[in-house]
């Protein structure tokens, strides 16, 4: 198992961008329907990318973010545990 992390970015505020115009984009394609018909959905594909493929995608990869550095998960003998990393004790849940 690899630790990995697939959909984390490099910062909060960074993430919170790309979910606003992700969310944005899914959005207008939606309100937009009835003024330029199937063109809005063009915005569809923008929305999805700036989301890496799908809105859970998103959330999940924004609690990456968040918890980035801050646990680590330590196995022994098939038993795993998450615990707050020591050098993350004390620093402020979200850093820009």
Same mark, same amino acid.
């Given at each position: 198992m690899t630790d990995r992390q697939d959909f984390a970015s490099a910062s909060v505020p960074r993430h919170l961008v790309r =979910? +606003? *115009? @992700?969310? =944005? %984009?899914l959005a207008g394609? *939606?309100?937009?329907?009835p003024v330029g018909g199937p063109v809005g959905l063009l915005l569809a594909?923008? @929305?999805?990318? +700036?989301?890496r =493929?799908?809105?859970?995608?998103? %959330?999940? @990869?924004l609690l990456q973010t968040v918890s980035n550095g801050r646990l680590e998960r330590s196995c022994v003998d098939g $038993?795993?545990?998450l615990s707050v +990393? $020591?050098? %993350? $004790?004390g620093w402020p849940m979200i850093r820009s």
């Open positions: =979910g +606003a *115009l @992700g969310f =944005g %984009a394609s *939606l309100l937009l329907l594909p923008v @929305g999805l990318f +700036a989301l =493929g799908c809105p859970m995608c998103w %959330a999940i @990869g $038993r795993c545990e +990393a $020591r050098q %993350a $004790r």
